[in-house]
């Protein structure tokens, strides 16, 4: 199995980032990480976590016990059939999958050259500003520059874009990232799986990215699977 990369950047939906690791790394994957600094301050914003760039540890993205009974957003995961508690444990423990973290400077990381293998890459959530650095092939920082490469070895890139309304520059540049071979995953979930907490909604985004990855997974219930327990 090839390494996937996911890098996070800074719109609102860092919940969706958080859940995707910890998704990916129960299933058993290497996943070559970066962070920009809008994605760290949306981090702190949302999910109260302080992360840091230089000097950084995935259990930076776990919130702790006070930042999950305090956290609104964090405690409808609590507890759930892939709750945080799990969470920390996939980071200590040798046969989940793996973080490999990466400066969002470091042009130097293995996923900046095309001749780097991967399984894919996934920017969630994805800022307007990435998207249009990506589009228009700017490949300022680490991220766009592997999302790059990920085009240009038509790879798969999965774009998981947050912002409301869009304006025709932003549609523009979805379609042409679209038309060079990305997937634009709005974070836009359904509700025809009957959500009932907001985890319901995060991993009904999740799962989907998760599909797109060829990743299996009972995060929610398919439209026409009556073998799927639930509502
Ligand atoms: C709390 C917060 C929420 C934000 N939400 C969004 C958003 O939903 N969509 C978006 O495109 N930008 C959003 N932004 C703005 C981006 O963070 C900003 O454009 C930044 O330059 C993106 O940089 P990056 O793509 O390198 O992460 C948000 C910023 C903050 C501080």
Same mark, same amino acid.
């Given at each position: =199995? ?7 950047? !800074? ?16 299933? #058993? ?18 999910? #109260? ?5 230089? /000097? ?23 507890? %759930?059939? %892939? ?21 969002? %400077? /470091? ?10 293998? @991967? ?8 800022? =307007? ?7 228009? #092939? ?33 549609? !523009?540049? =979805? ?7 990305? @997937? ?9 799986? @009957?959500?009932? @907490? ?12 998760? /599909? ?17 327990? #639930?509502?």
């Amino acid at each position: =199995m090839r390494d996937l990369v996911v890098a996070m950047t !800074g719109a609102s939906g860092s919940i969706y980032a958080v859940r995707l690791l910890e998704v990916l790394l129960v299933a #058993g994957r290497r996943v070559h990480l970066t962070i920009s600094p809008s994605a760290a301050t949306v981090l702190n914003k949302e999910l #109260g976590l302080k992360v840091n760039l230089q /000097d950084f540890d995935a259990r930076q993205l776990l919130p702790t016990e006070e930042e999950l009974i305090s956290h609104p957003l964090l405690q409808g995961l609590e507890g %759930s059939h %892939s709750g945080l508690s799990d969470f920390s444990s996939v980071f200590s423990d040798p046969q989940q999958g793996k973080i490999i973290y990466h400066h969002h %400077s /470091d042009f130097m990381a293995g996923i900046a050259s095309g001749s780097f293998l @991967t399984a894919g890459m996934v920017i969630c959530p994805c800022s =307007m500003g990435t998207l249009a650095s990506i589009a228009g #092939g700017h490949s300022e920082n680490l991220i766009q520059r592997a999302a790059d490469v990920h085009l240009k070895e038509r790879r798969k890139l999965i774009l998981v874009p947050r912002e409301t309304p869009l304006s025709s520059i932003q549609l !523009g540049n =979805m379609q042409r990232l679209s038309e060079a071979g990305a @997937t634009i995953l709005p974070a836009m979930p359904g509700f025809y799986h @009957t959500p009932r @907490t907001i985890q319901d909604l995060v991993d009904f985004v999740v799962g989907r990215i998760c /599909d797109h990855l060829e990743i299996e997974h009972k995060l929610f219930k398919r439209w026409g699977d009556a073998t799927i327990e #639930g509502d």
